[in-house]
């Protein structure tokens, strides 16, 4: 069966997308991919969500958007797409040795989380190496951890560590910091956060049977080393665009998001529609992805009707 839209990604923007779509009666099939509800699900407190005065947590929001999108007729697979075909129309999308064709795309697969590229990091990775301080701070009660970052994420999960931690310890490569004005006063005021200034890590160390002892540090401005004892060690350096799937379909930036027309959610391929994370190197919200997914299925919808579908 040919489908007219087939949405790949269910974070903010593929949830309101489906919502869009399905009220358009163009009966979405969602794809939700390997993160179901996206990065919002690894998060706790949403507190800048309109319509959410007292904050909402992130997997409750992501519920909410699904059941919405479902209420209309969406209907929401949690499938990984493995493959995909822009050349000709209707378009293809495989799950594994499933093909399922359609008129219209709609990418929506955000970001994931940056790392280091440390050898110790992937091997204790879940073993006091994180990159999720929502999924994975409880374990860390009356412990000491570093953060690695200076952005808005570090801040908010310094500051979240801090309810189970007894000292978190920002790492920063600079002197300054990245994140907002609020984010940065929270974090400074917080008197269970303190800073690493000019430092990175060279190496993580630990085993993993006993988890992570500590890490060796360097001081950006004299390139001296030194250890730091620690029980954890989290990632908040940014994100990196899922779009591996699409590198030979699809036009990517330098930093391999994928591009979209000014103003609008097309891509080069007609029909083929990129919204959320995984086009949006500079908003990254809830509420911009959100944004964006309405203006991918308005923009389908006219696409469709223009080409005779519906
Ligand atoms: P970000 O703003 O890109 O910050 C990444 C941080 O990691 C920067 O401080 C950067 O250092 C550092 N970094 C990057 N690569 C590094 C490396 N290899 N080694 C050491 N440090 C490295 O990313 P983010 O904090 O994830 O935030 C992304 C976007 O989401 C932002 O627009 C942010 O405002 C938004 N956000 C908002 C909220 C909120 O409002 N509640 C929460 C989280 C995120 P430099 O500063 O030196 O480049």
Same mark, same amino acid.
């Given at each position: 069966?040919?489908?007219?839209?087939?949405?790949?990604?269910?974070?903010?923007?593929?949830?309101?997308?489906?919502?869009?779509?399905?009220?358009?009666?163009?009966?979405?099939?969602?794809?939700?991919?390997?993160?179901?509800?996206?990065?919002?699900?690894?998060?706790?407190?949403?507190?800048?969500?309109?319509?959410?005065?007292?904050?909402?947590?992130?997997?409750?929001?992501?519920?909410?958007?699904?059941?919405?999108?479902?209420?209309?007729?969406?209907?929401?697979?949690?499938?990984?797409?493995?493959?995909?075909?822009?050349?000709?129309?209707?378009?293809?999308?495989?799950?594994?040795?499933? $093909?399922?064709?359609? +008129?219209? %795309?709609?990418? /929506?697969? #955000?970001?994931?989380?940056?790392?280091?590229?440390? &050898?110790? !990091?992937?091997?204790?990775?879940?073993?006091?190496?994180?990159?999720?301080?929502?999924?994975?701070?409880?374990?860390?009660?009356?412990?000491?951890?570093?953060?690695?970052?200076?952005?808005?994420?570090?801040?908010?999960?310094?500051?979240?560590?801090?309810?189970?931690?007894?000292?978190?310890?920002?790492?920063?490569?600079?002197?300054?910091?990245?994140?907002?004005?609020?984010?940065?006063?929270?974090?400074?005021?917080?008197?269970?956060?303190?800073?690493?200034?000019?430092?990175?890590?060279?190496?993580?160390?630990?085993?993993?049977?006993?988890?992570?002892?500590?890490?060796?540090?360097?001081?950006?401005?004299?390139?001296?080393?030194? $250890?730091?004892?620690? +029980?954890? %060690?989290?990632? /908040?350096? #940014?994100?990196?665009?899922?779009?591996?799937?699409? &590198?030979? !379909?699809?036009?990517?930036?330098?930093?391999?998001?994928?591009?979209?027309?000014?103003?609008?959610?097309?891509?080069?391929?007609?029909?083929?529609?990129?919204?959320?994370?995984?086009?949006?190197?500079?908003?990254?919200?809830?509420?911009?992805?959100?944004?964006?997914?309405?203006?991918?299925?308005?923009?389908?919808?006219?696409?469709?009707?223009?080409?005779?579908?519906?």
């Amino acid at each position: 069966m040919n489908r007219k839209v087939i949405i790949i990604g269910s974070g903010p923007a593929g949830l309101t997308a489906a919502v869009y779509a399905a009220r358009a009666n163009l009966k979405p099939l969602v794809f939700e991919g390997s993160q179901p509800g996206g990065q919002l699900t690894i998060t706790t407190d949403v507190e800048n969500y309109p319509g959410f005065p007292d904050g909402i947590m992130g997997p409750e929001l992501m519920d909410l958007f699904r059941k919405q999108a479902q209420r209309f007729g969406a209907e929401c697979h949690f499938k990984h797409v493995s493959k995909v075909d822009f050349n000709q129309r209707p378009y293809k999308v495989w799950v594994v040795d499933e $093909e399922y064709s359609t +008129d219209t %795309v709609i990418i /929506a697969t #955000g970001a994931t989380a940056r790392l280091l590229g440390l &050898e110790a !990091e992937t091997r204790l990775m879940g073993r006091g190496v994180s990159a999720c301080a929502t999924c994975d701070g409880f374990f860390y009660k009356d412990k000491k951890v570093l953060i690695v970052g200076g952005g808005d994420s570090a801040m908010e999960e310094a500051t979240f560590l801090t309810k189970f931690a007894s000292e978190v310890w920002i790492v920063h490569r600079r002197d300054e910091l990245r994140a907002s004005k609020i984010m940065q006063q929270r974090a400074f005021d917080n008197p269970k956060i303190h800073f690493h200034w000019n430092s990175t890590i060279l190496e993580i160390h630990g085993t993993v049977e006993s988890g992570v002892s500590g890490v060796t540090l360097l001081d950006t401005t004299n390139n001296e080393s030194r $250890e730091e004892a620690c +029980d954890g %060690v989290f990632m /908040a350096i #940014g994100h990196i665009p899922n779009t591996s799937l699409f &590198e030979d !379909e699809m036009e990517l930036d330098k930093k391999k998001y994928i591009v979209t027309e000014n103003g609008s959610t097309a891509t080069k391929h007609p029909g083929v529609f990129a919204c959320g994370d995984v086009q949006d190197s500079y908003y990254r919200q809830a509420v911009t992805a959100a944004g964006t997914g309405c203006m991918a299925a308005i923009d389908a919808e006219r696409f469709l009707e223009e080409e005779g579908h519906s």
